[in-house]
């Protein structure tokens, strides 16, 4: 069954009110780096209190040993998933797996902000968004990643190349999309393969955070 992740990109007394009013729902809770800065262990404490799964984004993207580091202590904090950037390079990814225990480890491909005028500014020699995204996936299999980070618009492609685990932000139910660039709604996320899918704005912009879960998890079967 396709997994609804929560991203706090909150003040942690906020955070803290919409996990405690979630926390009834079968969700993830997705701690970027906003709230993990200003909380720390204290925010995964608090999700997995309420026996809710944390992932936590933090994206690494550095020399292979600080990454090993990084997801060393990822392990020891009990977090479900952890993100790292498959730009990062082979060695980089191979040392983050050889630190993993059981944390998932997921590799972002392309952020869902960047649209094909990233090509340029990278100059790389793949003719589009997508094929660079499914070459990097196509990395994160070799090197025994748990899953990637991915548009809905690769999605499909990716899970029938892979199998690995799919994780699509970018999914909006209204019509403010914000600096997301590649955005699809929940259901037709879920129909091109996601395993799960990451809403922010959403739903905690929303007068009834609660009533937009129930709409969404319903949708997915719930």
């Known amino acids: 069954m396709p997994k609804l992740c929560v991203a706090l990109d909150l003040d942690r007394e906020e955070?803290?009110?919409?996990?405690?009013?979630?926390?009834?729902y079968p969700l993830v809770f997705k701690i970027g780096p906003k709230l993990f800065l200003e909380a720390g262990r204290e925010v995964i404490e608090v999700v997995k209190g309420y026996g809710r799964e944390v992932f936590l984004d933090m994206k690494f993207h550095d020399i292979p040993n600080t990454v090993k580091l990084a997801v060393e202590e990822a392990e020891k904090l009990g977090v479900d998933y952890l993100t790292l950037h498959t730009l990062g390079g082979r060695e980089m990814l191979e040392s983050a797996v050889s630190a993993r225990r059981k944390t998932n480890l997921l590799g972002v491909t392309i952020l869902t902000s960047q649209g094909e005028e990233y090509l340029d500014f990278i100059k790389t020699r793949f003719p589009s968004v997508k094929e660079l995204a499914l070459y990097l996936a196509d990395i994160a299999k070799d090197v025994g990643l748990d899953g990637v980070?991915?548009?809905?618009?690769?999605?499909?492609?990716?899970?029938?190349?892979?199998?690995?685990?799919?994780?699509?932000?970018?999914?909006?139910?209204?019509?403010?999309y914000?600096?997301?660039?590649?955005?699809?709604?929940?259901?037709?996320a879920v129909s091109e393969g996601a395993d799960i899918i990451v809403m922010g704005r959403d739903i905690y912009r929303s007068a009834d955070p609660g009533k937009v879960v129930e709409r969404v998890l319903e949708s997915l079967g719930e």
């Open 178 to 188: 914000g600096d997301q660039k590649r955005v699809f709604t929940p259901n037709k």
């Open 15 to 24: 955070a803290y009110r919409l996990i405690e009013s979630l926390s009834g």
């Open 149 to 176: 980070v991915c548009s809905a618009q690769e999605v499909y492609e990716i899970k029938r190349r892979t199998g690995l685990l799919t994780v699509v932000p970018g999914i909006r139910v209204s019509g403010d």
